[in-house]
């Protein structure tokens, strides 16, 4: 084995070590600080660990096989047409002459307001002046006054119903309550809804099985009920009622006083016999 020279200090540092001398040092208590790990460290190492046993643990047997499937996208005929557009676009471009451009000369123009610009811009200043030289001094000191409504008796008693309706349902115990047991009943059909769903049957399957072929062909006359003499006569009555009764005149008629008759029986008992036949 070769061994290395030791290294030896300069000799013009330890000159000046020796003539600055022992007196002028100061003594140092060194201290030796171990900073301990947080919690956080500690979960995050512990962490670490559990990961790292969890994969060497890791049995590669429970893994399944898989087949990587490549698939080759190739363009659609959209995409094919869309490049060859602008490739020929980039040729057209490419290849344009510069030279067939006419040179033209270029107008600024300055639009002016309106005169409804103006006014509007106008009242927009004169606006924003008054409102800010608006003194606040001239406001007058206005007072709220809350107003609180009370609930009407029928609103208290609304509550208290359905107060005492919540201590009602949230006291009810459950045991008070009998034991009942469903019983299925299943209804036959009677004798009658068997025949008439039989009789149903038939006629659906002689509607299904009817051929229009064996009807006849028949022409149909409208015939036009002329009224009777009596219809005509009673509608001409009916007629004349109405237009009576419409150039009625209210004038005509003459006032009457009604007058209320309650017969009181007798103390006689013919008096009582005709009050009670008169009943």
Same mark, same amino acid.
């Given at each position: 084995m070769s061994t290395t020279p030791a290294k030896t200090a300069p000799t013009e540092l330890l000159a @000046?070590?020796?003539?600055?001398?022992?007196? *002028?040092?100061h003594h140092v208590n060194p201290q030796e600080k171990n900073p301990l790990p947080s919690a956080e460290v500690i979960a995050e190492e512990k962490?670490?660990?559990?990961?790292?046993? *969890?994969?060497?643990?890791?049995?590669?047997?429970?893994? +399944?096989?898989?087949?990587?499937?490549? +698939?080759?996208?190739?363009?659609?005929?959209?995409?094919? *047409?869309?490049?060859? !557009?602008?490739? @020929?676009?980039? /040729?057209?471009?490419?290849?344009?002459?510069? /030279?067939?451009? +006419?040179?033209? !000369? !270029?107008? @600024?123009?300055?639009?002016?307001?309106s005169p409804d610009d103006i006014q509007h811009e106008k009242l927009e200043t004169e606006l924003r002046e008054r409102i800010g030289s608006f003194s606040k001094e001239q406001l007058q000191h206005i007072r709220i006054e809350e107003k609180i409504n009370l609930p009407t008796g029928q609103d208290i008693q609304h509550e208290k119903v359905e107060q005492e309706l919540r201590e009602r349902i949230g006291s009810f115990h459950k045991e008070d309550l009998n034991p009942t047991e469903t019983a299925v009943k299943v209804v036959l059909p009677t004798e009658d809804d068997i025949h008439h769903e039989k009789v149903e049957q038939e006629l659906r399957e002689r509607i299904?099985?009817?051929?229009?072929? /064996?009807?006849?062909?028949?022409?149909? !006359?409208?015939?036009?009920?002329?009224?009777?003499? /009596?219809?005509? @006569?009673?509608?001409?009555?009916?007629?004349?009622?109405? *237009?009576?009764?419409?150039?009625f005149k209210r004038a005509s008629l003459k006032h009457a006083e009604t007058q209320e008759k309650n017969p009181l029986p007798q103390s006689d008992g013919n008096s009582l016999v005709s009050f009670s036949l008169m009943e």
């Open positions: @000046e070590i020796n003539k600055s001398g022992s007196t *002028n040092l962490h670490h660990q559990e990961h790292i046993e *969890n994969i060497s643990k890791f049995k590669r047997t429970s893994l +399944k096989r898989a087949e990587s499937m490549e +698939k080759g996208c190739l363009p659609s005929q959209d995409v094919i *047409n869309q490049e060859r !557009t602008e490739a @020929e676009l980039r /040729d057209r471009i490419g290849s344009f002459n510069k /030279d067939q451009l +006419k040179h033209t !000369t !270029t107008e @600024e123009k300055t639009v002016l307001p299904g099985s009817f051929h229009k072929e /064996d009807l006849n062909p028949t022409e149909t !006359t409208v015939k036009v009920v002329l009224p009777t003499e /009596d219809v005509i @006569e009673q509608e001409k009555q009916e007629q004349e009622l109405k *237009n009576s009764i419409n150039s």
